[in-house]
């Protein structure tokens, strides 16, 4: 009697879990939206993480509904020029790129390669998060694109910007006078670079660890995470200085149309699942620069941490750079007010706060 309990049981449970089962493959099957996602990076990179937590949250909060493909790599676009023209013409839903990579077409978002602007990651999180900052990219980036870019959220992709060489420590703009430094193609950076006494050489990413074996180039601009996953110490990088010039954001992107075509509660979703991608890739680069800079620290590299005072010097030797952002960049003005105006207000928030904490 017991044994036929238990058979029955089982069968009960059996044809639930089928059925179960049945759903949630006939779910999956009946997605109606299907989303192709593209990030030219690897499978450690923070922008995947970011991918798979909106991926995970709009397969979820659309009860299958909408489905996300991941491509990444080169497979759909290999360039942000071409990748934003995917953008464009529908061909790709979703694509992360640098604002280097999106300076050709939109030359204002390069305002976050502004050196020095934002202090630390609670500032530049705020800024980002708050809204006013990115609604207003998004705006201008609709009206530049003919309404067919639609800019979601800006995260983060490898922490902060610092300066790192193969030849020497690095205290102050002095010492990094002659050095020739990677830059980007986008004319910002070169101007930093050229700032700080140094010589810009631009160089794409992929040929940078060569370039370091060469002496083709002397040094770069980047986060732990990126010289380490890179492997560039093998290549010669010796030095860091954590003058932490510019905050490395990641500008996400989808195809207006795609996303206006949906209904308001789907929209929704799709809005919610950029903010989880972007939480995600605020919270990735920190958890990996601790293994970084350990694993930079056992092969021998050198980490030097600026004072408040050399850090100004950084700062004053910049300034020509923000002249120069305001004077040539269509929007420069506009968003270089804003970015500033949004900062301080971030930082009177958040320097008030902690004043009433600590007491």
């Known amino acids: 009697m017991l044994m036929k309990r238990a058979l029955r049981t089982l069968t009960a449970a059996t044809l639930g879990l089928s059925v179960l089962a049945g759903g949630?493959?006939?779910a999956a099957q009946a997605a109606d939206i299907t989303l192709r996602a593209t990030a030219n990076s690897n499978e450690n990179d923070e922008d995947y993480d970011g991918l798979v937590v909106f991926k995970d949250y709009v397969e979820k909060a659309s009860n299958g509904a909408v489905a996300v493909e991941l491509?990444?790599?080169?497979?759909?676009c290999s360039t942000g020029a071409e990748c934003l023209q995917g953008i464009a013409d529908g061909s790709i839903d979703i694509y992360i790129s640098t604002s280097g990579g999106a300076s050709g077409i939109f030359p204002y978002v390069q305002v976050l390669d502004l050196p020095y602007l934002l202090r630390d990651d609670r500032i530049a999180e705020a800024v980002l998060t708050e809204g006013t900052f990115v609604r207003a990219m998004r705006e201008q980036m609709l009206a530049d694109s003919g309404d067919k870019i639609r800019l979601m959220t800006i995260g983060n992709t490898g922490g902060w910007r610092n300066f790192a060489n193969t030849k020497r420590e690095v205290k102050a703009p002095a010492d990094l006078e002659g050095l020739k430094i990677r830059t980007v193609v986008a004319d910002l950076p070169q101007e930093l670079v050229r700032s700080m006494g140094a010589s810009p050489t631009p160089i794409p990413w992929p040929e940078l660890f060569t370039s370091f074996q060469t002496g083709v180039v002397e040094g770069t601009?980047?986060?732990i995470t990126d010289i380490m996953g890179m492997k560039f110490p093998d290549a010669g990088l010796k030095y860091i200085t954590l003058d932490g010039h510019s905050y490395m954001g990641a500008l996400w992107y989808m195809n207006n149309d795609r996303?206006?075509?949906?209904?308001e509660a789907t929209r929704r979703v799709i809005v919610d699942g950029f903010a989880a991608l972007q939480q995600a890739t605020f919270a990735s680069p920190k958890r990996k620069s601790i293994q970084a800079y350990q694993?930079?620290?056992?092969?021998g590299g050198s980490v030097y941490?600026?004072?408040i005072e050399e850090k100004a010097q950084?700062?004053?030797?910049?300034a020509p750079v923000f002249e120069w952002f305001k004077t040539n960049v269509s929007g420069g003005v506009t968003f270089y007010d804003l970015l500033v105006a949004e900062a301080a207000k971030a930082s009177e928030i958040i320097d008030g706060g902690a004043m009433k904490d600590i007491q």
């Open 295 to 299: 694993d930079f620290a056992a092969i």
């Open 221 to 223: 601009q980047n986060g």
């Open 24 to 26: 949630m493959i006939a």
């Open 259 to 263: 996303f206006m075509a949906m209904d």
């Open 305 to 307: 941490v600026p004072s």
């Open 71 to 76: 491509f990444i790599g080169t497979q759909l």
């Open 314 to 318: 950084f700062k004053q030797a910049a």
